[in-house]
Structures are given as C-alpha cells and as structure tokens.
C-alpha cells in the first residue's frame, strides 16, 4: 500500500484536481495567498484528540489527511507515532508551505501532494482526516463516495472542526470595510461553516457507527501570534492590494484591544470531532 499511497501523492503533485481548485477558489477565496500564516508554532490546541486517535487506530495505520494545509495537524499525527503519513490540499501553495516547514527538520517523511479527494483511489486509507476542512466539501455526494471508496476495511474518516470564536468573528467584521466583495461558500448547507458536528450527516452519507466528541479550548496567543491569527483569514482573498496595508493594520488594532491584563489575547473554541466508520 506505500507504493499506491506514494503514486497518488505524485499524481496529485503534477496537478491533480486543479481545474476544481481554481473553480472553487473562485468561489469562495482560497487560503493559499496566506498560506505562510497558518504555519502555527507552540502546542497543539487539542492533544486529546491525538490520543483519541492512538487509542482508535494502530501505529502502522496508512493516514491522509485531506485539506491538510500547511500541514499543522499533518505533522501533529506523525508526532503522535503514526509512521505511514500523508497529506493533500488543493491549493499547491499550501503544500510549498508545508513541505518549506519541514525541510531538514527531520519529518520530511511526509510525504505532500496538490490533490482533491477524488484523487484518493480505493480501498487504500485506514485513516482519513480532515480538520477544518470537510466543510468544503460536505454537501457534494461524489466527494464523500469517494472519501467512502478510498478507505480500507474497518477503516475510519475523522472531522475535526469547532464553529467560530469570537475573535473570528471580530476578524470578519474588521475585514468587511476593507473588501470588495463578499467572500461566501457555494453551499447553503447548515454544515457548510463547520459549526456542528456532521454525524446527522455522515450517517446520511451511509456510514454506519459515527463517534462524536466534544471538548472546550482556550487557546492563547501572545501578541504576536494573535497578529499571526489575524492574517491566515480567508476573507482577505477579497481585499484588494491597494486596501491591504490598511487592514492588516486595523487587525493589529484589534489585537491590541483584544489584549487581556496578561498580556494575552485568548480564542475559546469547542472543539468537535466526529469518528465514522462504514
């Protein structure tokens, strides 16, 4: 299976679903452009989901992770003793970033691809993750066979997602101003922001034992990392060069009234994972 696993990341990194990921970048703004700002630093926000994971599924287990990013939680599963990791996105300046993060750091295990999970093939993933991403994708039928069709046996799709914070909010509303248009996903999905848990819908979808967890977060950000925060937004996908320099200032504004007596600037999330296995 590591030589298919291999084929589909070198499928996928001569263009893989391109066409799709232009269209829907079109659609609702991509993140690559600010692909450098979702390279987090520090602890993990939520190590039990990780243990949760080490709990549910063997080490030698064959992972991807879909919508991965520049590989934040990529890298999180390889930490926790995965051995057989990979990672797809559609946006290839997402996967720059990502292997850029890792290169001679010792996790260039990882292997990378640009690709849409339509490119997964069959029968091959004991494991397939998406945290923060499944929204993307939720309400095409087609996307989820194929995510059904790409797991092994007794294999297991894991979400993670959490509906926004309220600095995410305060985010949204500082941005709008500087916008020329309003940056909104094709959906009309009740699940297409990842504000819930989708195991109404994956049960929909035909899977047949779905496990949902929840647990509150506090993370804080020093100053800087809040700043950090700010700039990995989407929505700055709709604000035009020229208004650039101006929002990024107005968010660092933000951050700075954000700032409690500690110095720190704190994003209280619930963190919702959802478990489904066909």
Not at 1 to 26: T, Y
Not at 32 to 52: C, D, M, R
Not at 220 to 230: G, N, T
Not at 239 to 267: F, M, T, W
Request: proline content about 5%; charged content about 25%; overall charge neutral.
């Amino acid at each position: 299976r590591n030589q298919e696993m291999s084929s589909i990341i070198k499928r996928d990194d001569s263009g893989g679903d391109a066409r799709l990921f232009r269209k829907r970048r079109d659609e609702f703004g991509g993140y690559g452009h600010v692909a450098q700002a979702f390279n987090e630093k520090g602890t993990y926000h939520s190590p039990w989901v990780l243990e949760i994971l080490r709990q549910s599924v063997p080490a030698d287990a064959y992972v991807i992770d879909v919508g991965c990013g520049t590989g934040n939680f990529t890298r999180e599963i390889q930490r926790a003793g995965f051995k057989n990791v990979r990672g797809i996105d559609p946006d290839p300046r997402m996967i720059e970033a990502a292997r850029e993060q890792e290169r001679g750091k010792g996790l260039d295990t990882i292997m990378y691809g640009t690709g849409y999970v339509t490119d997964l093939g069959k029968g091959i993933f004991d494991v397939i993750t998406c945290q923060w991403a499944f929204d993307n994708f939720c309400d095409e039928p087609d996307s989820v066979a194929a995510i059904k069709a790409a797991l092994a046996p007794h294999g297991a799709f894991v979400s993670l997602t959490w509906p926004s914070s309220r600095i995410s909010e305060e985010r949204s509303k500082t941005i709008d101003p500087f916008a020329t248009s309003k940056r909104s996903k094709p959906s009309g999905s009740p699940y297409s922001w990842g504000n819930r848990s989708y195991a109404p819908l994956l049960v929909e979808y035909g899977f047949k034992e779905v496990v949902t967890h929840t647990r509150p977060v506090r993370i804080p950000y020093s100053l800087d990392e809040a700043r950090q925060y700010m700039r990995r937004s989407g929505k700055l996908s709709t604000v035009p060069a020229k208004n650039l320099a101006a929002c990024h200032a107005a968010l660092d504004e933000l951050c700075e009234r954000l700032q409690e007596s500690d110095g720190k600037i704190y994003r209280d999330i619930t963190v919702i994972l959802d478990i489904a296995r066909l």
